[in-house]
Each structure stands twice: as structure tokens, then as C-alpha cells.
């Protein structure tokens, strides 16, 4: 009996067991929970590698958008506030309204020196957001702050835009009136030429002398194109330079009949165009405003409003402190 136990026989059919394995093939309570317990191991394996496989996905869920939003928009961060530094530096030399023509031309030549590194300024920036494109992950891309910062990038893409065709009309209307500057050395000769005549023959020979001035300031303003929003501004000069040509004609005729108190009166009336040339010329920042400018600049003000509040929403809400957010 003692014999037959040490030897160890079969649990299912009692044979002796060789090597612990019955000759019938039939597996042993030992054996199966051996197996089940290993089983139990894999299975316990499986959940654990599942749960930290889960716990990385979920932590890349919450990290990973920030870290792609940071990196979309730290670099046009940093070129945003550079291009809109330059970009209201250049609108800013460009009159508000009504000027003296000095003032006017001075800033249109500060206008027309730093307008052309601000749109390539623009443009260069476009072509690197364009390049660095954010990532197309639909689980990822919809999670703040990657979200936002994917609605920011188009936004400073519009505002690029707009501001290159603003600085270019800008551009246009300042041209303009650089080339009408050109003519006011006229109307000063003008008004040397015609200066308190002594006498009606001294009249008609300031009027012979005068005719061909005013006459050449009618062709040279004739020769301008003006930009869209001075046309209005641009007849009128045209109109003032015909009435003065118009009235040294008058004032030849009217000498030669000898009524020189209508003479002196039709004099005053060419020294005040000339005052009123210069004042037309003045309002041009007024004209340009009221055909489309004005409502062009505030435009792409208010996107750049826009992109500073959502560039401080992301650092300060966010935490993306890699972010450079311009004062206003």
C-alpha cells in the first residue's frame, strides 16, 4: 500500500504514473492547476499591460495638444508681434484726417519708406504658417488648447492678408499724393508771377507770364492716375487748376478793356485757389477714409485684436508660456 502510494498512481483511472504522467495520457489535478494558474498569471499580465497602455493614451490625450499647440504657435507668436509692430508703425505716419500738405506728404513718405519691408514682412509669414501646418490627428485635433490654436493660425493667416492689401492701398494713396506735391511749386511761382501788379500793363504781362505755368500744372495733374479712393479729390484739383487757367484768360481781356478793379477782384480769386488747392490736397486722409480705407484699417486692427486675445488665452489660460503676446 505504502509501496503503491510512493509510486503515485493516476487520478482518473489509478495507473501507475511514469515520471508523473499516466500511460493513459490523462492529465492530473496538479497538472490543470498548474495550467490554470498560469493562465490566471497571463490573463492578470494582459489587464495590466492594458491599463498602462490605456493610462499612456489618455496622458498622451492631455499632454500632446498642448505640446503640438505650443509648438504651432510659438514661432508665429514671435513673428506676429515683429510684422504688427511694423505693420502700425506704417499705418500710424499716414494722417488721420485733414492736414497741412507738408505734414500730409512727410507722412506719406514715411509711409512709402517702411511700407514695402512690412508686406514682405507679411508675406514671409504666411509662407511659414502655410509650411508648419498643424497636426491632423481627429482624436488629438479637436482637444483644447491644440483647437484653438489651430483657429488662431487662420486667423493670423486672414490678418496677413488684409493687412499686405491695406498697406497696399495705403501705398497707392501716398504715391498719389507724392506726385501732386510735385505741382505746388508751381502755385508758388504762380504767385510770385501774379504778385501786386503796379499797373494794367504790368497786369497783362504777369498774366502773359503766368499762362504757361498754369497750363503746365493742368497737364502734369491730367498725366496723374489717381488710386480708387482719391478720384473724387483728384477732379477737384483738376477743376481748381481749370479755374485758374480760366480766369488769367479773364483777367487779360478784362485789362485790356482797362476795368481794373475787376482786375485786382479776379486776381484775389486766383490767390484764393491756390489756398484752396492746398487744402483739397489736404483732406485727401479724409477722402480715402470715407471711400473704403478706414473701414479697411479697423478691419485688420480688430483681427489683430483678435490674435492677441487668443494668443494671452493661451498662455494664461493654457500655460503655453513659450508664447510672445504683444502689449495690445
Known sequence: MLARMSAGFCSVCGAVLRDGVCPNGHPQRAHRSLH???????????????????????????????????????????????????????????????????????????????????RDQLGADTIELERQGPPDVPVVS?????????????????????????LGRLEAVCGYVTQVAEVLPQLDTLGTTLADPRDLGAIRASVAAATPIAEQLLADLRALAPPPELGGLHSGLQAIARRIRA????????????????VRALLGDIRSSFDTFRETLGTAPQEAGAAGLATALEEVEGLAQQIVEGLRALREVHGLTGLSVPER
Open 142 to 166: 479637436s482637444r483644447p488648447p491644440l483647437q484653438q490654436a489651430r483657429e488662431l493660425r487662420d486667423v493670423m493667416l486672414d490678418f496677413n492678408t488684409m493687412a499686405q492689401e491695406a
Open 247 to 262: 480766369d488769367l484768360d479773364e483777367i487779360d481781356r478784362t485789362a485790356q478793356a482797362g476795368a481794373a478793379p475787376v
Open 36 to 118: 490554470h494558474r498560469r493562465r490566471r498569471r497571463g490573463l492578470w499580465t494582459l489587464l495590466v499591460l492594458f491599463l498602462l497602455v490605456s493610462a499612456g493614451a489618455y496622458a498622451g490625450l492631455v499632454w500632446y495638444p498642448e505640446r503640438a499647440a505650443a509648438d504651432l504657435m510659438e514661432g508665429p507668436s514671435r513673428a506676429f508681434e515683429a510684422s504688427l509692430g511694423a505693420y502700425r508703425t506704417t499705418v500710424s505716419a499716414f494722417p488721420p484726417g485733414a492736414t497741412d500738405p507738408q505734414a500730409l506728404v512727410d507722412g506719406c513718405n514715411a509711409v512709402l519708406t517702411t511700407s514695402g519691408p512690412t
